[in-house]
Nanobody, 117 residues
């Protein structure tokens, strides 16, 4: 069974930084992409960032470009997002995911990020 576990979510002040990490809790798997979505209260889940393994390319939502960076290790199925210059509008539950061939998208359970003004 493929499972992803996020960590690193907490409450920070505006302008602060956080690193969210995601790692498998079960077996290692092959994926084409790993990344992050987020969902704020009352809003739909939205794309944040992803990393494609081969070739290595990163993608970011316009709302986080220049503030967030993403990195990961394909062999270990880990992905992290460094979030800088956080704003109250970044407050959300952050979910990591992996696109696994023949299985589809696998999601983590989410980690809460709260940015206070």
């Amino acid at each position: 069974q493929i499972q992803l576990v996020e960590s690193g979510g907490e409450s920070v002040q505006t302008g602060g930084s956080l690193i969210l990490s995601c790692a498998p809790s079960g077996r290692i798997f092959s994926s084409t992409n790993m990344g992050w979505f987020r969902q704020a209260p009352g809003k739909e889940r939205e794309f944040v960032a992803r990393i494609r393994w081969s070739p290595s390319v990163t993608y970011f939502a316009d709302s986080v470009k220049g503030r967030f960076t993403i990195s990961g290790d394909n062999a270990k199925n880990t992905v992290s997002v460094q979030m800088n210059s956080l704003k109250p509008e970044d407050t959300a539950v952050y979910y990591c995911y992996a696109d696994v061939p023949r299985l589809g998208r696998v999601w983590g359970q989410g980690t809460q990020v709260t940015v206070t003004s």
